[in-house]
Protein backbone atom coordinates (compact mmCIF):
# COMPACT_ATOMS: atom_id res chain seq x y z
CA UNK A 1 0.00 0.00 0.00
CA UNK A 2 1.34 3.50 -0.98
CA UNK A 3 1.54 6.06 1.94
CA UNK A 4 0.51 9.76 1.53
CA UNK A 5 2.21 11.88 0.02
CA UNK A 6 2.98 14.30 2.39
CA UNK A 7 2.36 18.52 1.90
CA UNK A 8 3.61 21.25 4.44
CA UNK A 9 0.91 22.57 6.61
CA UNK A 10 1.31 26.26 7.19
CA UNK A 11 0.15 28.38 10.46
CA UNK A 12 0.33 32.00 10.57
CA UNK A 13 2.41 32.69 13.70
CA UNK A 14 1.14 35.88 15.73
CA UNK A 15 3.60 37.30 18.07
CA UNK A 16 6.60 39.32 18.94
CA UNK A 17 9.84 37.52 19.41
CA UNK A 18 11.43 33.73 19.80
CA UNK A 19 14.24 32.36 20.93
CA UNK A 20 16.33 31.19 18.41
CA UNK A 21 17.08 28.02 19.73
CA UNK A 22 13.25 27.08 20.12
CA UNK A 23 12.48 23.50 18.60
CA UNK A 24 12.61 21.44 21.63
CA UNK A 25 10.51 24.24 23.40
CA UNK A 26 8.45 24.28 20.37
CA UNK A 27 7.98 20.43 20.01
CA UNK A 28 6.86 20.59 23.99
CA UNK A 29 4.46 23.02 23.37
CA UNK A 30 2.83 21.33 20.35
CA UNK A 31 3.15 18.09 22.10
CA UNK A 32 0.89 20.16 25.22
CA UNK A 33 -2.32 20.42 22.88
CA UNK A 34 -1.63 17.79 20.53
CA UNK A 35 -0.59 14.57 22.72
CA UNK A 36 -0.57 12.31 19.86
CA UNK A 37 2.55 14.73 18.16
CA UNK A 38 5.26 13.20 20.78
CA UNK A 39 4.82 10.29 19.01
CA UNK A 40 4.41 10.47 15.32
CA UNK A 41 6.67 9.52 13.53
CA UNK A 42 5.72 11.16 10.07
CA UNK A 43 5.47 14.53 11.03
CA UNK A 44 8.60 17.07 10.84
CA UNK A 45 8.64 20.51 11.84
CA UNK A 46 10.24 23.46 10.62
CA UNK A 47 12.03 25.94 12.91
CA UNK A 48 9.62 29.20 13.23
CA UNK A 49 11.52 31.52 11.29
CA UNK A 50 12.20 35.64 11.74
CA UNK A 51 14.47 38.62 11.26
CA UNK A 52 17.25 37.93 14.09
CA UNK A 53 17.63 41.29 16.78
CA UNK A 54 20.23 40.02 18.96
CA UNK A 55 20.67 38.64 22.59
CA UNK A 56 19.42 35.16 20.78
CA UNK A 57 16.28 36.39 19.52
CA UNK A 58 14.62 36.43 16.30
CA UNK A 59 11.55 39.25 15.45
CA UNK A 60 8.44 37.33 14.24
CA UNK A 61 5.73 40.31 13.68
CA UNK A 62 4.42 40.85 11.65
CA UNK A 63 3.99 37.14 11.59
CA UNK A 64 5.81 33.95 10.69
CA UNK A 65 4.95 30.61 10.03
CA UNK A 66 4.62 27.56 11.77
CA UNK A 67 5.03 24.70 9.16
CA UNK A 68 4.70 20.69 9.79
CA UNK A 69 5.28 18.72 6.96
CA UNK A 70 2.86 15.66 7.49
CA UNK A 71 1.00 12.87 5.31
CA UNK A 72 -2.16 14.21 3.58
CA UNK A 73 -4.58 11.76 5.74
CA UNK A 74 -3.53 13.42 8.76
CA UNK A 75 -4.17 16.74 8.20
CA UNK A 76 -7.39 16.49 10.24
CA UNK A 77 -5.21 15.34 13.67
CA UNK A 78 -3.24 18.58 13.16
CA UNK A 79 -5.82 21.41 11.85
CA UNK A 80 -6.95 21.81 15.83
CA UNK A 81 -3.57 23.72 16.16
CA UNK A 82 -5.31 26.56 14.60
CA UNK A 83 -6.42 29.12 17.33
CA UNK A 84 -4.32 27.89 19.84
CA UNK A 85 -1.74 29.69 22.07
CA UNK A 86 1.71 28.27 22.58
CA UNK A 87 3.67 29.55 25.43
CA UNK A 88 7.59 29.25 23.89
CA UNK A 89 10.55 30.09 26.59
CA UNK A 90 8.65 32.97 28.09
CA UNK A 91 7.10 34.19 24.73
CA UNK A 92 3.38 33.81 23.39
CA UNK A 93 2.22 32.59 20.48
CA UNK A 94 -1.27 32.77 19.00
CA UNK A 95 -1.23 30.03 16.17
CA UNK A 96 -3.92 31.46 13.08
CA UNK A 97 -5.23 29.72 10.11
CA UNK A 98 -3.54 27.20 7.94
CA UNK A 99 -3.03 26.33 4.38
CA UNK A 100 -1.82 23.20 3.01
CA UNK A 101 1.71 23.54 0.03
CA UNK A 102 2.79 21.09 -2.28
CA UNK A 103 6.18 19.60 -1.68
CA UNK A 104 8.14 21.27 -4.72
CA UNK A 105 11.18 19.16 -6.70
CA UNK A 106 14.64 21.16 -6.98
CA UNK A 107 17.83 20.04 -7.71
CA UNK A 108 19.18 21.58 -4.33
CA UNK A 109 18.06 21.15 -1.08
CA UNK A 110 19.12 22.94 2.36
CA UNK A 111 18.45 21.94 5.78
CA UNK A 112 19.03 24.60 8.79
CA UNK A 113 19.67 21.67 11.19
CA UNK A 114 20.59 18.09 10.79
CA UNK A 115 21.63 16.09 13.59
CA UNK A 116 22.65 12.19 13.89
CA UNK A 117 23.69 9.90 16.69
CA UNK A 118 27.58 10.66 17.65
CA UNK A 119 27.02 13.79 15.59
CA UNK A 120 29.82 16.27 17.50
CA UNK A 121 32.23 14.22 15.50
CA UNK A 122 31.91 15.10 11.95
CA UNK A 123 33.33 12.24 10.07
CA UNK A 124 30.98 10.10 11.54
CA UNK A 125 28.07 12.68 10.70
CA UNK A 126 29.23 12.08 6.98
CA UNK A 127 29.16 8.55 6.88
CA UNK A 128 25.67 8.20 8.92
CA UNK A 129 24.24 10.60 6.22
CA UNK A 130 26.04 8.84 3.49
CA UNK A 131 23.98 5.33 5.08
CA UNK A 132 20.69 7.03 5.39
CA UNK A 133 20.57 8.53 2.35
CA UNK A 134 21.43 5.47 1.01
CA UNK A 135 18.47 3.68 2.52
CA UNK A 136 16.48 6.21 0.94
CA UNK A 137 18.21 5.04 -2.21
CA UNK A 138 19.35 9.10 -2.92
CA UNK A 139 21.98 9.41 -4.91
CA UNK A 140 22.66 13.19 -4.93
CA UNK A 141 25.81 14.91 -3.40
CA UNK A 142 25.80 16.15 0.09
CA UNK A 143 27.97 18.95 1.24
CA UNK A 144 28.40 19.87 5.09
CA UNK A 145 28.04 23.41 6.14
CA UNK A 146 28.65 25.43 9.32
CA UNK A 147 28.35 23.52 12.57
CA UNK A 148 25.42 24.67 15.17
CA UNK A 149 24.56 23.49 18.29
CA UNK A 150 20.92 23.66 20.24
CA UNK A 151 19.45 22.67 23.48
CA UNK A 152 17.74 19.34 24.02
CA UNK A 153 16.89 18.53 28.37
CA UNK A 154 19.19 21.74 29.02
CA UNK A 155 22.06 19.83 27.25
CA UNK A 156 23.81 20.89 23.85
CA UNK A 157 23.29 18.64 20.64
CA UNK A 158 25.48 19.30 17.90
CA UNK A 159 24.36 19.36 14.19
CA UNK A 160 25.46 20.62 10.95
CA UNK A 161 23.83 22.47 8.01
CA UNK A 162 23.44 20.42 4.96
CA UNK A 163 23.36 21.37 1.39
CA UNK A 164 22.06 18.11 -1.07
CA UNK A 165 22.36 18.70 -4.48
CA UNK A 166 22.53 17.25 -7.69
CA UNK A 167 19.26 15.13 -7.53
CA UNK A 168 16.29 14.17 -9.74
CA UNK A 169 12.54 15.14 -9.05
CA UNK A 170 11.83 11.70 -7.15
CA UNK A 171 14.77 11.71 -5.25
CA UNK A 172 13.88 15.45 -3.87
CA UNK A 173 10.61 14.44 -3.24
CA UNK A 174 11.73 11.64 -1.19
CA UNK A 175 14.18 13.74 0.70
CA UNK A 176 11.63 16.06 1.49
CA UNK A 177 9.43 13.47 2.65
CA UNK A 178 11.64 11.96 4.33
CA UNK A 179 14.29 14.00 6.11
CA UNK A 180 17.77 13.22 7.00
CA UNK A 181 18.76 12.11 10.98
CA UNK A 182 17.02 12.74 13.72
CA UNK A 183 15.13 15.20 16.09
CA UNK A 184 12.47 16.42 13.02
CA UNK A 185 10.03 17.02 15.08
CA UNK A 186 12.46 19.41 16.69
CA UNK A 187 12.94 21.37 13.62
CA UNK A 188 16.39 19.31 12.73
CA UNK A 189 16.11 17.17 9.14
CA UNK A 190 14.05 19.57 7.19
CA UNK A 191 14.84 20.41 3.77
CA UNK A 192 13.97 22.90 1.46
CA UNK A 193 14.70 24.10 -2.02
CA UNK A 194 18.04 25.70 -1.96
CA UNK A 195 18.67 29.23 -3.23
CA UNK A 196 21.70 30.71 -3.59
Given amino acids: MKSDPKVDFCFHVLGKTIPVDHGFALHGAISDVLPHFHEDQAVGLKPIRGRYIGNGMLDISPYSDLILRLPVGRISQYIQLAGKRLEIL????????????????????????????????????????????????????????????????????VGYALLVSELNAEEAIKLQENGLGGRRKMGCGFFEPYEE
Fill in 90 to 157: GQNLAIGTPKTRALIPAVALYSHLVTTRNGDNQKRFEKEIAKQMANLNVRGQFSVRERKTFRVHGKQV
